[in-house]
C-alpha cells in the first residue's frame, strides 16, 4: 500500500483546504443562486402570461357589454311585444277556435244525417253544445258519439236521446247529443306572425 506523504507546511496545506472549501461553498452559492434565478424568471413569465389572459378576458368582458347594451334595445321590444300579447290575450278572452269546432264537428257526422239544428252557449269558462238530428242506423250515432269524444273542445259527450221514427215515409233515427265546450288558448296566434 502506497501513501502519500505531503512535505508542505502545515500553513500551505490549511490554506489549500480552504481554498477547497470555499470552492465548494461557492459552487453550492452558486448553484443556489440559479435556481433562485430560475425561479424568480418563471414567476416573472408566469406573471406575464396571467397579464396577458387578464387583458384579453377584459377586451372580451367590454366587447360583451357593448353588445349586451346593443341588445337592450331588443329586449324592450320584446317586452313591449309581450305586454301587448298579454292585453290582446286579455281582450279577447278564452275562446274556443269556432272554425276548428265547427269543421271537425262536421267531420264526425254520418253518411247520409241531417241537422236538425246545432246551439252552442258559452261563457268566458264554460260551454255547452246541443246538437239535433237524424241518421240512418244506430250504429251511425254510436260511431259519431265515439269520434266526438275525441274532439279537443269537447267534454263529456253524452247521447240523451236516439229513438227510431218515420221522417218522410223513411225509418230514420233521431238523436240528441249534449256536451260541455272546452275554453280555448287564451289568445289565438294568427297565421301572419309565423311569417
Keep these: 500500500m502506497v501513501e502519500?506523504?505531503?512535505?508542505?507546511?502545515?500553513e500551505i496545506?490549511?490554506?489549500?483546504?480552504?481554498?477547497?472549501?470555499?470552492?465548494?461553498?461557492?459552487?453550492?452559492?452558486?448553484?443556489?443562486?440559479?435556481?433562485?434565478?430560475?425561479?424568480?424568471?418563471?414567476?416573472?413569465?408566469?406573471?406575464?402570461?396571467v397579464r396577458q389572459d387578464l387583458n384579453s378576458l377584459q377586451a372580451e368582458k367590454e366587447m360583451i357589454e357593448k353588445q349586451s347594451e346593443?341588445?337592450?334595445?331588443?329586449?324592450n321590444l320584446y317586452n313591449n311585444l309581450t305586454?301587448?300579447?298579454?292585453?290582446?290575450?286579455?281582450?279577447?278572452?278564452?275562446?274556443?277556435?269556432?272554425?276548428?269546432?265547427?269543421?271537425?264537428?262536421?267531420?264526425v257526422l254520418p253518411a247520409g244525417s241531417w241537422m236538425q239544428d246545432m246551439t252552442f252557449v258559452y261563457s268566458e269558462e264554460n260551454g255547452s253544445m246541443t246538437m239535433r238530428g237524424w241518421a240512418y242506423t244506430h250504429s251511425g250515432v254510436a260511431a259519431m258519439l265515439e269520434k266526438m269524444d275525441s274532439l279537443e273542445q269537447l267534454a263529456e259527450?253524452?247521447?240523451?236521446?236516439?229513438?227510431?221514427?218515420?221522417?218522410?215515409?223513411q225509418e230514420v233515427v233521431q238523436f240528441q247529443v249534449e256536451s260541455g265546450?272546452?275554453?280555448?288558448?287564451?289568445?289565438?296566434?294568427s297565421e301572419e306572425e309565423g311569417e
Design 13 to 49: 496545506k490549511a490554506a489549500r483546504q480552504l481554498q477547497q472549501k470555499l470552492k465548494k461553498i461557492l459552487f453550492v452559492l452558486l448553484i443556489i443562486l440559479l435556481i433562485v434565478a430560475l425561479v424568480a424568471l418563471f414567476f416573472f413569465v408566469s406573471s406575464f402570461l
Design 4 to 10: 502519500h506523504i505531503s512535505l508542505l507546511p502545515p
Design 83 to 107: 305586454a301587448r300579447r298579454n292585453l290582446v290575450g286579455q281582450a279577447m278572452g278564452t275562446i274556443p277556435n269556432w272554425s276548428v269546432l265547427l269543421s271537425d264537428t262536421a267531420a
Design 181 to 189: 265546450l272546452l275554453t280555448g288558448s287564451p289568445f289565438i296566434v
Design 70 to 75: 346593443e341588445l337592450v334595445e331588443y329586449e
Design 157 to 169: 259527450v253524452q247521447c240523451r236521446t236516439s229513438n227510431d221514427t218515420d221522417f218522410e215515409g
